[in-house]
């Protein structure tokens, strides 16, 4: 992630990279067929054949076997679901007497659509891979060299390929629960999936870039202006909740931390409770101790402090104050920690030629102690800045999104950050389409910020700065 | 414990979820008038049931059948089942398992995934719509319509009804709200001033949840407005009748932002919520009365809804929903197990199981015929919700977003958004905005 | 001279000291409180002085109704809490050994689409996680993973994708000299043997603290396992079925049992945490400073 002008030269020189290298493909593939032998060409249809005959059983069948996997999956499974893929089905759901007889699930055949293609696309690999092999043992064999034994390459996989053997399952794993339903996701932004529009009983079928122009547009019925507001409320309760957090848990890490002060591993264990017990329990009782009837609006009543109860969750100002209050008891404990380490790795004799300078305390903080934590830990700022962009439990557990308003759209409410909005669409109002747009833009949002402030880091800027 | 629990739920209490602040309402008394001329019809329709199946030795087939109630009924229902079982042997290839998944988390389950839904569900008659709009609700068998229909009270029925098709089953008629208040506080609870200055007087509070679109149409519907939706067969709203902007909107929402301006008042709707030691008058349902009877103690006292002067000097009376519970069946591919389905759910919602519904966890009847039976007329809450009933407006078919918006409005009055320095003009504004995002969602 | 000024000195540090005290004895008071609270309400007797929202803490007579409650069959409880401990304690071994595979691969493996392995995971994770919720679900659905299967189907979820969070143990890894593995492999090991013999001994704190985070998610999950498991009470964890007690009407007056029932979770998760707490403390410094 260099500079951006930087970048574009290299992605620019990087698609004509894969573009030369898909050409110079092609071209092996042509050549690798013209001058190979017949078990090579036969290999172009029946994969696995050429291995087999020279002896390479295990590779030989388990290419052999992964098209016959191919076709069989293609024929029981991938076709009916690719061909319908383009409409996302078109069989209503019917009754016949009292029966209800189920017609195309667009929802299915959206997601295994998208799983056939991906399946297509490995087996268009793995072919490459049986025409290179081939290839490569032909050579081997010309050149009068003996041919790897399985047993080497089954070996490598401890060694030299031992990545392969370990990214094997985390990469399918990611693929599966991480990769396929984002772009199922993103194609679902281009549908109208929701609650009329809900398999098995309804179809849904694809509708282009509606839904963004309904996100962007203003009108009563639009999405535009709520959006908006959402947002900048989402960015402004990043920005608090990061940096007022920071401030205060670099604040009591330095106040623990201070010489002469006792019980040091006291005072850092009650903080850290606020991480140990699960917030579910801890959030949604502050919940209810800040409520109409909870207790301190009962204790400050009792005492004739006031005369009505605050309405610390129903008023719009009043609540998101009191979300960014109440993480800051969740926040400082974690900035505590990270201080505490952090703040013992300043060089002692910094502090001491200051002092000698005759610099106060609060001078050597503002010249010393803020400068280092700031350097050392500005990729960990960006990170906690977007992790709370996306901070869900906090806002949920403590006012889902609530109060709500005439003035927004989309039952979002005052304090509903991009996250929580996109989760009510789902869950509450089943607008798949919206929810997934809105997906969309936090990604965007997210990914926009990530990078212009990654790229203004002075410890990005600087390998050497703080020395 | 097992035993302390039992009794309390006998000696009444509901439990309703009201998702999004959306119940339903009541009854025994809407359906009054219409009593008469239906108990043999209801007779008939229970005698359908059991005779059905002998005759004509159809097999049915084998499976299982899952059922949604909420938590402290899942023991009644999983008895009734048993005793339906017995009754039945001829549905024995069938096994039934009750869940515990309250009105409020069924419909939207339901919708999720009908597939992975409930066989036989209850759920607020707010949600009839949706569900019929997702494909989660099966129509009412046809041979059991004319039954249900004149069995169950007029309110309820139209509850359960959707363009002109019955597609549920009405359980109870008890979704609505009155006023449960302590005696030795409120003298007078007939009016809602003489009430706020009792409770002022006393430092204790009266509870409203005027942010919840089901509580909050008791100043409007009590002003005279109207807001009502009209639905097709499919559940799709077609159009919307609504006059909150008008000058009777203006005055109940002048009643609320009044209601907002004592410091007695507190918005809320849940004795269990509340402050048991401030609590002087609630406005709540009948679910309530287990725990408003614990809260209040001896001063515990029930009446219908109050009335209040308007700005314009006249006086009105606060009026609301009544709603109902429904039990639904979903869409089945099996024709036999949707027979059973049937049958269950006729049998799990008519008159005894009603009644001994009523006497177990507390669920007002929407049987005709049990709501005149004496231990019903003897219970105080329900003859208070009775009385409001009158006053009420039968709760029909509201879109999810209504929910929201209510609540949006009630938020902006309670934040001071909207408080009695906003003009006339303004608040009429106000209310022609949210009158049109009514209509708007009557597409 | 001098010495006056050492002794203004130490009166102002004594002062700044005790300013210092009453400071962490507030900040103290404030943290404790809601566990303070959270605990008295929960020895609120449910017969005697009512379950719901009551206008003091200390509870006027002192029980153990709720706790009963919890354990006296006539919910799911046990149930709920043997799925939480058992997620937690299969997603911890299993994340755990993801999270090194995946960090040793991109630590120590010098290959072919590395860098842009890494560059795509980087995006993948700017996606929010409950925009993919509906598709896991039905993905889930197709394995018979929901409802009375949402607890296997809860932890494949969990572990499947958590190689992708490799960036602490990662450069735990970087920082073990890499002088270490080349000699081990001039004395003939394999790359497997180093990671395994070598590796993995040499970072018990980052081991531990992986172990341990993963450990404590589960605990809290109440929006996936929510909707993965509904309509099946057996299969909920204590998040999904305690937040009910709280949120919905249905149960009215629980919430002195919510708060048994969230003590008793709370307990064996922050003992765990406070014993474990040094290496939980490395790997998150660690975390903080490589970003």
Known sequence: ?467 | MKNKALTAALSSAVAVTLLAGCGSGTASGTGQEATADTAAAEETAEAETEEDAPQEEIDYGTGEIKVWVADNAVDFTNQQIKAFQEANPDFSGYSMVVEATGEGDAAGNMITDVEAGADIYVFAQDQIARLVSAGALEEVAPENVEAVKAANDAGAVAAATVGDILYAYPLTSDNGYFMYYDKSVVKDPSDLDAILADCEAAGKSFYMEINSGWYQTAFFFGTGCTLSYETDNDGNFTAANVDYASDAGVVALKEMIHLNNSPAFVNGSSVGAADAAKMAAIVDGTWDAQAAKDALGDNYACAKLPSFKGADGKTYQLSGFSGYKLLGVKPQEDEGKLMVCDALAQFLSGGEVQLARYESVGWGPSNLEVQKSEKVMADEALTALNEQMLNDVPQGQYPGDYWTLATGLGDSVINGEISDKTSDADLLAKLQEFQDTCISYAK | MNEKKYSSMSVRRAIGNAVTYAVLILVSIIWLFPFFGLLMTSFRSYESEYGGMIGYVIPKRFSLDNYRFLFSGENNYLRWYGNTVLIALVVSVLQTLMVLCVAYALSRMRFRGRKLLMRFWLILGMFPGFLTMICMYFLLKQFGLTQAGAVPGLILVYVASSGMGYYVCKGYFDTIPKALDEAARIDGATRARIFVQMIIPLSKPIVIYTALTAFMAPWCDYIFASYVAFGNDKSYNVAVAMTRWVWTNDYQGYFTRFCAGGILVAIPVTILFMCLQRYYVEGVTGGAVKG
């Open chain 1, 1 to 467: 992630m260099a500079g951006t002008a930087d970048g574009t030269a290299k992605k620019k020189s990087a698609f004509a990279g894969a573009l030369s290298a898909f050409s110079a493909d092609i071209k092996e593939i042509g050549t690798t067929f013209a001058e190979g032998d017949w078990k090579t060409r036969v290999s172009y249809l029946i994969m696995g054949f050429g291995p087999i005959l020279r002896g390479l059983y295990a590779k030989g069948w388990a290419l052999f076997l992964s098209e016959i996997l191919f076709i069989w999956y293609m024929i029981s499974f991938g076709g009916q679901y690719i061909s319908k893929f383009a409409t996302l089905g078109t069989i209503e759901t019917q009754k016949i007497r009292r029966k209800t007889v189920y017609g195309d699930n667009s929802f299915l055949i959206l997601l295994f659509g998208i799983l056939t293609i991906v399946v297509i696309a490995a087996f268009i690999y793995l072919w490459r891979l049986n025409v290179r092999e081939n290839k490569k043992e032909q050579d081997r064999l010309r050149a009068g060299k003996a041919l790897e034994t399985n047993q080497k390459f089954l070996f490598s996989l401890l060694d030299e390929n031992f990545d392969k053997t370990l990214l094997a399952i985390p990469v399918l794993g990611i693929f599966i629960f991480t990769v396929l339903p984002i772009i199922f996701m993103i194609c679902v932004a281009f549908t109208n999936y929701d609650d009329k529009h809900q398999a098995p009983t309804h179809l849904f079928t694809w509708v282009g870039l509606e839904n963004f122009r309904n996100l962007f547009s203003f009108g009563t019925s639009g999405f535009g202006k709520t959006f908006l507001m959402v947002l900048i409320w989402t960015l402004a309760w990043a920005f608090f909740a990061t940096f007022i957090d920071y401030f205060l848990g670099l604040a009591v890490a330095m106040l623990i931390n201070k010489k002469g002060i006792r019980f040091k591993k006291l005072w850092r264990t009650i903080l850290v409770l606020t991480i140990a017990v699960p917030q579910f329990v801890s959030l949604l009782y502050i919940m209810r101790m800040f409520a109409a009837d909870g207790l301190v609006n009962s204790y400050l009543l009792k005492w004739g402090l006031i005369r009505t109860a605050i309405p610390f969750w129903t008023d719009p100002a009043l609540a998101k104050i009191m979300i960014i209050l109440i993480n800051i008891w969740v926040g400082i404990p974690y900035l505590m920690l990270i201080a505490t380490g952090l703040l013992m790795n300043i060089p002692e004799d910094l502090y001491e030629s200051a002092s000698i300078d005759g610099a106060n305390g609060w001078q050597m903080f503002w010249s010393i102690t803020l400068p280092y934590m700031l350097f050392v830990t500005g990729p960990f700022l960006l990170t906690q800045f977007t992790a709370n962009l996306n901070n869900f439990n906090v806002i949920y557990l403590l006012t889902q999104g609530k109060p709500l308003s005439t003035n927004l759209a989309g039952n979002a409410g005052h304090t509903d950050l991009l996250v929580t909005w996109l989760y009510k669409m789902t869950v509450n109002d089943t607008n798949y389409k919206m929810a997934a747009v809105i997906g969309i833009m936090v990604f965007v949002v997210t990914a926009v910020i990530s990078l212009v402030v990654y790229n203004m880091l002075p410890s990005v800027r600087d390998e050497e700065g703080f020395q």
